[in-house]
């Protein structure tokens, strides 16, 4: 038979030792605190570095579209245009008229593959074509003909900052090159 003592040692939670291990609600809770003071003396100083970040983003989706653009026109054999809008900061492929249109068809009556828009408080600040013009306002249609041959120019971005980078695309080459903007022109030979 059992005393009351031994019954109470072996059945009662009380006495026993918790082996669980973990955080307390309250040390979470300091610790969440602590992050949230770090975090808010570190984010406004990283918001510095967005407009930069923007910017190059901008940078890559016009060199991508262009690249795109004229592998489309290699490779089928047909004429795309790149179409920037300067005051909407827009570029856009447009497509070659299908096989049963009218071959010389006006490229303002054509398909289009919908346009594309900078980030905000980027702009799409001058068009620098290899003949020397350039152009800073308005729609400007790059031609990448099906042998690619044509269509060699620059684009120039500039975010609120000011800062700018030029999307250089050689037509012949196939080629895309990101430089400084400030001074971008097209190379002299």
Do not use: C
């Amino acid at each position: 038979m059992r005393t009351s003592t031994q019954t109470e040692s072996v059945t009662s939670p009380m006495k026993r030792r918790s082996t669980d291990s973990g955080f307390t609600l309250i040390e979470l809770i300091v610790v969440i605190t602590i992050l949230a003071v770090l975090a808010s003396y570190t984010l406004p100083n990283l918001d510095n570095f967005s407009p930069k970040y923007r910017l190059r983003s901008a940078a890559r989706t016009v060199g991508q579209t262009v690249g795109w653009a004229r592998s489309l026109g290699g490779g089928l054999g047909k004429e795309y245009v790149v179409r920037y809008n300067l005051d909407e900061n827009t570029i856009t492929i447009i497509l070659p008229p299908a096989d049963d249109e009218d071959p010389d068809l006006d490229i303002d009556s054509r398909e289009d593959l919908g346009a594309e828009s900078m980030p905000i408080g980027i702009e799409i600040d001058r068009i620098l074509h290899a003949d020397g013009d350039k152009d800073e306002f308005g729609i400007v249609d790059i031609i990448l003909d099906e042998y690619g041959s044509s269509g060699t120019h620059i684009a120039v971005l500039t975010n609120e900052n000011e800062a700018s980078i030029a999307v250089s695309f050689r037509a012949i080459l196939g080629t895309v090159e990101y430089l400084p903007g400030a001074d971008a022109e097209i190379p002299r030979w």
